[in-house]
C-alpha cells in the first residue's frame, strides 16, 4: 500500500477523531523519503536543508534532523 492510499483511508474513516486523523496524515507524510539536494561539494536533506553524509562507502539513509528517509536514487 502506498501513503496517498493510507492517506485517503485515514480521511475517509468516519471511526477517528478529527484529531487523530491529522496526527496519522503528519506521520504517514514524514516517512515519505525526499531527495537530497547538491550544493558543489556537500549535500543537504531536500526537506529541512540539514547536512548529510554522503562518503564512497557510506551514506546516511535518514536525516539526523529531520528523521526522513532519504532516496539517494
Not at 514524514?30 to 547538491?38: G, L, M
Request: glycine share 6%.
Amino acid at each position: 500500500m502506498t501513503n496517498d492510499f493510507l492517506i485517503g483511508a485515514i480521511r475517509a474513516s468516519r471511526d477517528l477523531h478529527p484529531q487523530v486523523k491529522t496526527e496519522l496524515e503528519e506521520i504517514l507524510n514524514r516517512a515519505e523519503p525526499v531527495k537530497p539536494k547538491r550544493v558543489r561539494d556537500l549535500v543537504f536533506c531536500g526537506y529541512c536543508e540539514d547536512e548529510l553524509f554522503e562518503g564512497s562507502m557510506i551514506k546516511d539513509n535518514y536525516c539526523q534532523k529531520c528523521g526522513r528517509p532519504v532516496d539517494w536514487t
